[in-house]
């Protein structure tokens, strides 16, 4: 789930509690932890509404004045169920910033974290990307995304999804501007040279 920009500062900061979306299906689940552009949430509530019965109390926990400037400003389609989205900021540390600190790269490790950058390779229709991705993040970091995406003739938001996927295997971190290798990418680069298997025809 994402969060337009104010948004995504108002949830941060815990002043926005409650989204609403126009689902055709509730697309996250009560109970579970998501991670946004707000950071991660723990979602506590997952529920349609009536769009009609929309209250002042949830407008302003959405961050809106009221139910009218709400729903005028929600995307999607008005034929879907209107859905109440009630969550708290995570407080247990995120799991990949305690993976991405572990450079301790034994050679079960390393085999799995190649193992796991093969699939993604093979997954690819734009042909093997990941050691070239970390070694240009390695050799450039804190760049713009854009000027990153640029230098491979792909769009910013498909190249972002692609470091994303970097990310959620521990081995990048996110700066304000661009990215850096974790100590766990660093690490796994000076185990393999950064070597990438070639992609069969």
Known sequence: MRFT?????AAAAGAVTVQFRR???PRVIAGRTYRTNAGRIDVTSVRAVDPAKLTKADARRA??????????????????????????LATDPDPRAALAADD??????VAEITRRLDRLDAASSHGPWTRQYL???AEQPGVRAPDLAAAYGRETQPFK??????????LTHSLAVGYE???????YLER?????RSRRS
Not at 5 to 9: C, M
Not at 192 to 196: D, K
């Open 5 to 9: 920009g104010p948004d995504a500062r």
């Open 23 to 25: 689902w055709a299906a």
């Open 63 to 88: 961050g809106r004045p009221s139910p009218e400037q709400l729903l005028s400003e929600l995307p999607g389609d008005p034929a879907h169920p209107l859905w109440r989205i009630e969550f708290t």
């Open 104 to 109: 301790a790269l034994d050679d079960a490790a």
């Open 135 to 137: 070694r240009t993040i």
């Open 161 to 170: 999804i692609d470091v994303r996927k970097l990310k959620n295997l521990g």
């Open 181 to 187: 290798l974790s100590p766990r990418g660093r690490a």
């Open 192 to 196: 393999t040279g950064g070597r990438q």
